[in-house]
């Protein structure tokens, strides 16, 4: 039973951590606990993604002439989360501004006291 | 085949141009020229493209040579390049009223700004349209969700930046849970590449249900958030009602149809038809767009304001296009992509008269638009034609969708969802015809009995009129999309 968590240990933390950013996006109502929330689900996703290339007593992947017969770990997920950190920062920048922009308009960073004030207008 | 390299050039022109446009500042004629051109050039790329796909048959463009199994493809058929013209088509009209009506809704040295956004709006569209590699695929995906925010957001606006806020968390949530169905698809397969996936998929998907039942509901779910399926629309009526009105349409009308269009390929090129009714990923589909189409319908009657009401009708019509996907036929998915166009046409109509509406006379509320039919005959027109559309009546293109998805329904020993499909008609009447009856036959509290030309710029109307004419030249001739639909399909429903 243990041994079986071990080995799974990826998958569960990314379960985790993808559920703990879900709860903290949509029941938090301050909005940089939002952004935080976003960033821990992209965290998630990335962990497990690089966690699923990995080869046993692999070495890094760069190649070596001499000696053919070391094993790699496969590259490509890797590769693909840099992009997709990338991707992640950019979001978190947009969202950042925007959140500058709605606090200089509401004066408050709560989300239900700024939808209550634009139903009121 | 000359027009082999055309695709990659309708990704790059737009992004180089969205680079100059804001050094232009407020040179207000240069940047419309600049950006009416590259768009016209752009369209006419797409349609010899279109024109030689016909001849040569559809083909995969690898880029920098690499295999399709190391490198990133796009892969062009008829489908594809029809769907790339109708965007750029679309686009060329909403721009050519934009430039009438930003000034108006924007400040000044947000000009250049806004066209920049457009252009890589334009961008990420065709780019994810043409793509045949999952995780490029959601690189433009997350272009498309901040550059579609950002045409929100632009209007500095209280409500604005709280729709584009909220449209934002939710989008981005979408995404990851998409990149989190990519790594469980990768995880299985090894590969990033459609048709590579596909071919692994079809030899392992018995070993491995739990971990493709896995990633299919993860990736249709986030695809779910984006393309604002039932449950999962709480983003949009916010978003599409408070966006200045050129935006309301490009995001209304296409990008929507293009997250669609991604869930086209996942569930065809990706999982194949076997594997989705195997998962019984199709009923799911059914019951949702079933229930869109009925409580969308429900929503709009509630509303006040004229543009929140649109954006509620665009979660049923999103409704009708689901159901089409959901049957896993081929007459459902050919009304399916009929419906994404003619829906696509209606909405664009729909949404700038009502941008003129309030361009004219700065009125929203759905109450004050008593009598507006003889200050302004031509938007009202227009909006007419669109509004009978939707409700479908016979002559515009939204009956023939109608038709063509019942007879579908009928094909396929559905007749509970054609009940449906009727019920959300006549609630379409319920919220559409009033406005039209107000707008003609009563009366206008301010000056009665004077018919006028509109108060609007050339710009303005003569793009609405151009799509009223489509709207009803489809509705006599639906066969002119419908066969190359027809004829494109069967390449989409194998395995």
Not at chain 2, 24 to 46: C, D, E, N, Y
Not at chain 2, 105 to 117: I, K, M, N, V
Not at chain 2, 134 to 155: G, Q
Not at chain 2, 171 to 187: D, K, P, V
Request: net charge neutral.
């Amino acid at each position: 039973m243990f041994d079986v968590l071990l080995k799974h240990m990826n998958y569960i933390a990314a379960m985790a951590l993808f559920v703990i950013g879900l709860y903290t996006v949509l029941m938090h109502q301050n909005l940089i606990k939002k952004v935080i929330g976003i960033n821990i689900m992209e965290t998630s996703v990335f962990l497990f993604f690089v966690s699923i290339g990995m080869v046993q007593n692999g070495q890094a992947p760069i190649i070596n002439l001499k000696d053919a017969s070391v094993t790699y770990v496969n590259p490509i997920p890797s590769a693909l989360i840099l992009t997709g950190i990338v991707v992640a920062v950019s979001i978190t920048a947009y969202s950042l501004s925007l959140i500058i922009q709605l606090y200089k308009q509401y004066g408050t960073l709560n989300l239900d006291e700024m939808v209550d004030e634009v139903e009121h207008d | 085949m000359i027009s082999t390299q055309f695709p990659v050039y309708l990704v790059i022109i737009p992004l180089a141009i969205a680079v100059i446009l804001p050094l232009l500042k407020q040179h207000r004629r240069l940047i419309q020229s600049i950006v009416s051109l590259t768009v016209g050039l752009m369209f006419f790329l797409a349609l010899f493209n279109w024109f030689e796909l016909h001849s040569f048959g559809a083909y995969a463009y690898n880029f920098g040579g690499y295999a399709a199994n190391l490198g990133i493809q796009f892969y062009i058929d008829e489908l594809t390049s029809l769907l790339v013209l109708f965007i750029l088509f679309l686009s060329f009209i909403i721009i050519s009223y934009s430039f009438a009506d930003i000034p108006h809704e924007l400040e000044p040295h947000q000009f250049g700004l806004y066209y920049s956004l457009i252009l890589l709006l334009l961008f990420s569209m065709l780019g994810m349209v043409y793509t045949n590699d999952l995780f490029n695929m959601y690189v433009f995906m997350e272009i498309l969700s901040i550059t579609s925010t950002a045409i929100i957001s632009i209007k500095h606006r209280k409500a604005n930046f709280l729709a584009s806020f909220r449209y934002l968390m939710l989008s981005s949530i979408g995404s990851i849970t998409i990149l989190f169905g990519l790594a469980f698809l990768y995880m299985v397969t090894g590969h990033l590449n459609m048709f590579e996936v596909h071919k692994v998929i079809q030899s392992v998907w018995t070993t491995y249900p739990m971990n493709l039942l896995l990633a299919s509901g993860f990736i249709l779910t986030g695809l779910g958030i984006k393309s604002a399926m039932f449950p999962l629309h709480v983003w949009l009526p916010d978003a599409h009602a408070s966006a200045p009105s050129p935006s309301s349409a490009f995001l209304s009308a296409l990008v929507v149809k293009v997250y669609i269009f991604a869930m086209y390929k996942i569930l065809f090129r990706v999982l194949g038809t076997m594997m989705v009714k195997g998962l019984g990923i199709d009923q799911a589909i059914l019951i949702f767009a079933a229930l869109g189409m009925v409580f969308g319908s429900i929503f709009a009657i509630g509303q006040r304001d004229i543009k929140r009401m649109l954006a509620y009708s665009s979660v049923a019509q999103i409704g009708y296009i689901f159901l089409g996907l959901g049957l896993m036929s081929e007459q459902g998915l050919a009304a399916s992509l009929f419906h994404i166009f003619s829906h696509g046409l209606m909405k664009t109509a729909l949404f700038l008269s009502a941008g003129s509406i309030i361009f004219a006379t700065g009125k929203r509320k759905l109450s004050d638009l008593d009598g507006i039919g003889y200050r302004m005959p031509v938007t009202m027109i227009v909006f007419s034609i669109a509004a009978f559309g939707m409700i479908g009546i016979p002559g515009v293109s939204g009956f023939m969708s109608k038709i063509y998805l019942g007879l579908a329904l009928i094909e396929g020993q559905h007749p509970i969802y054609l009940a449906l499909i009727l019920l959300s008609s006549f609630l379409n009447a319920v919220y559409y015809l009033p406005i039209i009856i107000a707008a003609f036959l009563k009366e206008d509290p301010e000056n009665r009995h004077a018919m006028k030309m509109d108060p609007l710029p050339k710009r303005m109307w003569i793009p609405m009129v151009v799509l009223a004419i489509c709207l009803i030249v489809i509705g006599f001739y639906p066969q002119l999309i419908m066969d190359i639909i027809e004829a494109s399909l069967p390449a989409y429903l194998v395995g």
